[in-house]
C-alpha cells in the first residue's frame, strides 16, 4: 500500500539548498524565485517521503524534481547524503487530478509536516511521470 511511512522521517533534508536548481525552477517555470524556492522545499519533503515509502508526486513537486534531476551529480549527492540511496524517478500512468496514491501521498505529507502549500495539490503528469507507478 502506498503512503505507510513512519512519521520519523528524515527532516534533516530540508536544510539542503541549491540556488542554481531554484533559479532554474523558477525560469522554466515561469514562477518568481520565492515561489520556485517554496516548491523545490516541497520536493525535499517529497524526497525524505520517498525514503520510507513508495509515494507519489504532486504536479508541481514532479516539475521541480524533474529539474533537480538534470543536475545529475548534484542530485546523486543530495540523495547519497540526505537520503541514503538514490531515488529514481520511475515512470507512471498520464493521469490528472487525484488518485488513491495521490492522496495517500498528501495524506502522509499532512502527518509528517502539518499544512502544506498549495504545491500538494494533484494536476496533470505526464507518462514518464510519477514514484511507484502512481
Known sequence: MFAQARPTTNLGVLNYSNNHIVERIASEGTMSKD???EVFQDTLRFLALSATTRVCPPHRVDF?????????????EFCEKHIGFFVHHEPGENVEGSSPAMDATIALAKNVYGEL??????????KTCGSGGC
Open 117 to 126: 502549500s498549495g504545491n500538494w495539490t494533484p494536476g496533470k503528469r505526464g
Open 64 to 76: 521541480s524534481w524533474h529539474i533537480f534531476l538534470l543536475h545529475t551529480k548534484d542530485y546523486a
Open 35 to 37: 515561489e520556485a524556492a
